[in-house]
C-alpha cells in the first residue's frame, strides 16, 4: 500500500505529542493474518451472511448460526497470530512514556502480546480468548471450550448451567460494559492527540471517542486505508498500511530526527 502526503504532518503532531491515546481498530491486525470485516478483503465485504453470527438476537435464537458462529472461532487465524510491526510500534509508544491509553475493538488480544501492560490496553469490545455463559454469567478461558467443539460438540452448553456459550464479545444489540466504556472516555478526554489506527470509525461508541477528544482540545491523527467519516475532522490522516506507518510515526523526534527506540520521551 502506497504511502500518501499525510504522513509528515502527522510524525509531526505524534512527535509533539505528549499524552496519545489510541484507537485501534480490525485494520491494525491484517497484517498478522486477521481479516477485518469492512475493509477490501473485510469478512462481510466477502460474505455478508456472516454479519448475523455478530448479532446477539440472531446468535441467542438460532442454533445453526451459533453452530457456524463456533465453526468459525474454531478455525479463526487470530488463535496463532503474532504482533505486527503497527503493534510493535504501540508498544514503544509506551515505552516512551507517551501512552495513556490504547482503546481497542479487537477481540484478539495482541496488543498484550506485543508487550503493552495489560492495564493500559481497554478492550471495549472484549475478548475472545474468554467464553462466558448468556444464563448465568461463568467465565472461563475459551482454549477448554473450543476443545469440546473439536471434539463433536457443534454447540457446547455452559458446564454449570447448560445455557448458551459465547465468547466473551460485544456482539450487535449487545449493551458495552458501562466501567470499560467510562475508561475509554477518560482516556479520551485526557490525551493531548487522538490516533485511531486501523478503524473504519462506523461502529459506536467506539468511533464517537475521535469527536470527544477534539472537544477536550487534543489533536487528531487517522491511520486507515480508507477514508473514514471522520477524516475532515482530522488534524491529519494518513492514507497508507499501517505496520509501514505507525513504526515511521513513533520514531520521529519533535525537530524530525529519528529517536532512539526505548530511549524515553
Ligand atoms: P472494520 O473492519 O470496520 O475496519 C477496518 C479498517 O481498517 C478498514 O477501513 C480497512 O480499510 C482498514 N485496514 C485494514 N487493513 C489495513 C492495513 N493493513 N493498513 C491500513 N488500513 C487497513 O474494523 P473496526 O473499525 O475495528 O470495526 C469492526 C468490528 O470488528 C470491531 O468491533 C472489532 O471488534 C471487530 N473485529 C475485530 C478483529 C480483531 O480482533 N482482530 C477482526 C475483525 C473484526
Known amino acids: 500500500m502506497a504511502l500518501d502526503g499525510g504522513v509528515e504532518a502527522a510524525a509531526d503532531l505524534v512527535a509533539k505529542a505528549k499524552r496519545v491515546t489510541v484507537l485501534t481498530g480490525a485494520g491494525i ?22 454479519e448475523k453470527t455478530a448479532t446477539l438476537s440472531a446468535y441467542l435464537a438460532d442454533p445453526e ?6 465453526r468459525n472461532r474454531l478455525e479463526s487465524p487470530a488463535w496463532t497470530a503474532e504482533p505486527n510491526a503497527g503493534h ?30 495489560p492495564r493500559l490496553v481497554v478492550e471495549v469490545h472484549g475478548t475472545m480468548h474468554r467464553v462466558r455463559c448468556w444464563a448465568c454469567g461463568w467465565e472461563a478461558p475459551m482454549a477448554p471450550t473450543l476443545e469440546r467443539v473439536r471434539a463433536g460438540e457443534a454447540d457446547p452448553a455452559c458446564e454449570v448451567c447448560g445455557g448458551i456459550l459465547k465468547s466473551a464479545t460485544i ?20 490525551c493531548d492527540l487522538f490516533l485511531a489506527v486501523g478503524t473504519s470509525l462506523a461502529v459506536y461508541p467506539a468511533a464517537g471517542l475521535l469527536p470527544l477528544a477534539l472537544q477536550a482540545g487534543a489533536a487528531a ?22 505496520s509501514e506507518v505507525l513504526p515511521l ?5 519533535p525537530d524530525g530526527r529519528p529517536r532512539r527506540p526505548g530511549g524515553g520521551p
Open 88 to 117: 510493535r510500534a504501540l508498544l514503544e509508544l509506551e515505552r516512551q512514556g507517551r501512552l495513556v491509553a490504547i482503546v481497542t475493538q479487537n477481540i484478539d488480544e495482541l496488543h498484550q502480546k506485543a508487550g503493552n501492560d
Open 249 to 253: 510515526l513513533v520514531a520521529t523526534r
Open 171 to 190: 456482539s450487535f444489540g449487545q449493551s458495552l460494559d458501562p466501567q470499560t466504556v467510562r475508561r475509554a472516555e477518560a482516556a479520551a478526554l485526557s
Open 29 to 50: 491486525s491484517t497484517d498478522s493474518g486477521i481479516p477485518d470485516f469492512r475493509g477490501p478483503q473485510g469478512v462481510w465485504t466477502r460474505d455478508p451472511e456472516a
Open 65 to 70: 448460526v451459533r453452530r457456524r458462529s463456533w
Open 221 to 242: 491523527v487517522i491511520v486507515n486505508g480508507e477514508p473514514t467519516p471522520y477524516d475532515d475532522l482530522a488534524d491529519a490522516v494518513v492514507r497508507g498500511s499501517i
